[in-house]
């Protein structure tokens, strides 16, 4: 199984991985504005979609944090 494999339940409930993904970005406090990448007016309408999906579950913030300790931070380099 490929890492992004372990990560398309993300997409469950949610429309679609960029919609995830959209979902995850807005409801941190710390953001106030997500500028998402759009070439058609399609793209546009999907992205506030995002804005209709569900939250991540406290639960689900614990998996993604857990991947990213596994599976994302032992390949960063440097400070950030």
């Not at 949610?14 to 941190?28: C, F, N, Q, T």
């Not at 406090?29 to 500028?35: G, K, L």
């Not at 007016?41 to 506030?48: H, R």
């Amino acid at each position: 199984m490929e890492l992004a494999d372990e990560l398309r339940w993300v997409a469950d409930g949610r429309g679609s991985m960029a919609k995830a993904a959209l979902r995850w970005v807005i409801d941190h406090e710390e953001v106030t504005c997500a500028i998402p990448g759009f070439k058609t007016v399609k793209q546009v309408k999907e992205n506030l979609d995002a804005l209709h999906m569900p939250s991540f579950t406290e639960a689900e913030k614990e998996r993604l944090r857990q991947f990213y300790w596994s599976e994302v931070h032992p390949h960063i380099r440097g400070a950030y």
